[in-house]
Structure formats: structure tokens, C-alpha cells
């Protein structure tokens, strides 16, 4: 079993930043791709950022790119999430999951082994 808790979430203005943690127990944390997601009210869960486990590859949604960061601190069993220029529309519930394949496409219907509990981040405009 993986255990993932994230943090860092908060309220925000639009065009503030945060950065979001999600950390790992449980198992070999480098045997494990990463992953954010998110859930805004009443739409279904989206792919946010993947990173593999290394940290040498990354992959984003589109609506996201040049605005969030994904990076990983295996030392630390510890992934990141650095959100900049937040607009209104990033509101949701972020989540961090794991698997051990690193996927390139259709991130938002594979399986993944582990879920976090999340953590909101709420964008007043």
C-alpha cells in the first residue's frame, strides 16, 4: 500500500500562486510515477501534471501549461505541484495519485493504484 497526503492548498486571488505537496509512505517511492489531478464542483475529475519517476519527464494538460510546475524530491518522498498565475477557473479539489507506469496520453482514463484524500484550492477572481 501507498499512503499519499497532500497540503498547500488555500484560498487565493487570481494571479497568486501556491504550492501544493502531496508526500508518499508506504513503498519504494522511485518505483512510482506521479500524478495531479483535479475536481472542480459538479465536473469530473481532470488531469493536471504527471511526472516520471525520476523526474526527468513531465507532461501537463493544456490549459495549464507555462502556469504549473510539477517536480519530485525522492529524498523526501515528496512531489510538488507549483501553481502561478492562478485564474478562477483552477478551483477545485487537487489530488495526487501514483502508479508505476509513467503514461504519456489519456491520462484521464487510466488506472491508477493510489489516491490522496486532496486538497482545495479556492480562486477569487
Known amino acids: 500500500q501507498v499512503q499519499l497526503v497532500e497540503s498547500g492548498g488555500g484560498l487565493v486571488q487570481a494571479g497568486g500562486s501556491l504550492r501544493l505537496s502531496c508526500v508518499a509512505s508506504?513503498?519504494?517511492?522511485?518505483?512510482?510515477?506521479m500524478y495531479w489531478f483535479r475536481q472542480a464542483p459538479e465536473k469530473e475529475r481532470e488531469f493536471v501534471a504527471a511526472?516520471?519517476?525520476?523526474?526527468?519527464?513531465?507532461n501537463y494538460r493544456d490549459s495549464v501549461k507555462g502556469r504549473f510546475s510539477i517536480s519530485r524530491d525522492n529524498a523526501k518522498n515528496t512531489i510538488y505541484l507549483q501553481v502561478n498565475s492562478l485564474k478562477p477557473e483552477d478551483t477545485a479539489v487537487y489530488y495526487c495519485?501514483?502508479?508505476?507506469?509513467?503514461?504519456?496520453?489519456?491520462?484521464?482514463?487510466?488506472?491508477?493504484?493510489?489516491w490522496g484524500q486532496g486538497t482545495q484550492v479556492t480562486v477569487s477572481s
Open positions: 495519485a501514483a502508479t508505476q507506469i509513467y503514461y504519456t496520453t489519456y491520462f484521464d482514463s487510466r488506472p491508477y493504484d493510489y
Open positions: 508506504g513503498r519504494t517511492f522511485t518505483d512510482y510515477a
Open positions: 511526472i516520471n519517476w525520476s523526474g526527468g519527464r513531465t
